[in-house]
Each structure stands twice: as C-alpha cells, then as structure tokens.
C-alpha cells in the first residue's frame, strides 16, 4: 500500500507544477502593460515640454525684436535731442556775440539786445524736444526774421504751453524788449520785474534790471528808477549792465 500512496502524492505533486507553470507568463505580461504606459506618459510629457520651450523661444524672439525697435526710437530721439542741443548752443553763442557789440555801443530800447552776456555753457537746456523747438522758433523770429511783431503772440504761447520751463525767464526778458520796441512801456516793464522778482538766478535778471530802470526812468518814476540802478550796481557790480547804470545815474 505505501508504495501506491507514494505514486499517488507523485502524481499529485507534479500535477500542481503543471497546473501552477503559467503564472509567471501573467505577471510579465502586466509588468510590460506597465512599462508602456510609463513610455507613453514620459513621451507626453517630453512632447508637452518640447511645446513649451518652442512657445518660450518664440515669446522670446518677440520680446527680442521689440528691444530692437525700443532701441532704434531711442536712438533716434537721442541724436534728435543731440541735434536740437547743438542748434542751442550755436543760437546762444550767436547771442552772446551780438551782446558784447551791443554793449559796445550806446544804450538804446529801439531794438532787442538778446540774452544777458553770460557765457552760453550755463544756460539750461530742456530734455523735451517739442519745448526746445517751440523756443528756439520763437527766438528765430527775432534773431533771424526780424519778424517782432509776430515773436510776441510766438513767446506768450511758449509761456502759456510750457510754464515750469526752464526758458520762462528768458520768454518774458524777450517780451519785454519786444514790448519797448512797440512803445508799450507799462506791459515792457511787467515782464522785466517778473524776471528781476521772481527768477533771482537768471542770467537774465542784471540785463532786467537795467531795461526796467530805463523804462522807470522814461515814465518818469526817477525815484523807482534810481532804486533800481542802485540795486543793480549793488547786486552786480562787476557787470557792463551796472557800468550802464552807473552812467545813467551820474546823467
């Protein structure tokens, strides 16, 4: 009997082997679904991260070409800025030559003399194109045209556009001497105080002072003008305007 119940545990064992032999088939099967799902995820997401540095490059080739255009405007209003700067400083040297032979000359209120002979290194210029070429147009009616009458309405415009500018003094020195020119005195004589009471570092003011004494002086206020030449001769004494003064004074 034992050796027929040892064939029988035989027969069973080897049956359970056989009936048992398929599992690892199942298992690489689902280990190899695995694996290409883990593929396909990481070739989505090489395909989404390839997009994105496509859209990057693209965004920044644009931002690239808007730096481009940026830089060609500023240049350009750089050079313009540049042009306009150096037309100022011909135009003021030009002024402060025909001051000193003004000055050379005897005083007279029939014509203007330009700015206040100070050298043209220090006057300010204004970084806004549109101020600068307003100003300069006004002055070139002037200085060019000899058109007086149509500088006037030119430089109470420029006042009246730009009134924190850094020409404001010298608009209303010119409209006073525009304004003597026309015989209206009284409106001369406002601009050339607002220049002397309100803008005490002008290089203005000392030429102000002088044409407002002279025109105090021809309305016959002597004692307004006197005060003033005193003034003058007192806040500048090293200066041909103070000389000017000093000889009206002793006439």
């Known amino acids: 009997m034992k050796p027929k119940i040892i064939l029988a545990a035989m027969i069973l064992s080897g049956s359970t082997q056989v009936l048992a032999a398929p599992a690892p088939v199942s298992e690489a099967a689902s280990s190899q679904s695995s694996i290409e799902k883990r593929l396909a995820s990481l ?9 994105l540095q496509l859209e990057l490059q693209q965004q ?25 700067l150096q ?6 040297q030009e002024i402060e030559n025909r001051v000193t032979q003004a000055y050379s000359q005897p005083v007279a209120t ?3 003399t330009s700015d206040y002979s100070q050298s043209a290194s220090t006057q300010s ?10 100003y300069e147009r006004a002055v070139a009616l002037i200085m060019k045209d000899k058109r007086y009458d149509q500088a006037i309405p030119e430089f109470q415009t420029f ?28 409106k001369a004589s406002e601009h050339f105080k607002i220049v002397v009471n309100e803008f005490p570092n002008s290089n203005k003011r000392a030429d102000a002072m002088l044409k407002l004494g002279i025109l ?36």
Do not use: C
């Not at 070739?43 to 997009?51: C, L, V, Y």
């Not at 037309?87 to 003021?92: D, H, K, M, N, V």
């Not at 924190?164 to 304004?179: D, R």
């Open 43 to 51: 070739e989505s997401m090489m395909q989404s991260r390839n997009m």
């Open 60 to 84: 920044l080739s644009f931002l690239q070409d808007e730096v481009s255009q940026i830089r060609g405007v500023t240049e350009e209003q750089s050079y313009k800025l540049e042009k306009v």
């Open 87 to 92: 037309r100022q400083r011909e135009l003021y």
């Open 110 to 112: 029939t014509e203007p």
């Open 125 to 134: 210029y204004s970084s806004d194109l549109s101020e600068n070429e307003a």
């Open 159 to 186: 006042l009246t556009t730009y009134p924190e500018s850094v020409y404001t003094s010298n608009a209303h020195y010119w409209l006073g001497q525009l304004l003597t020119i026309k015989g209206e005195s009284v």
């Open 216 to 251: 105090l002086q021809e309305q016959g206020l002597i004692s307004e003008a006197t005060a003033n030449f005193n003034d003058l001769i007192s806040q500048y004494p090293s200066t041909t305007a103070a000389k000017l003064a000093t000889e009206r004074l002793s006439n």
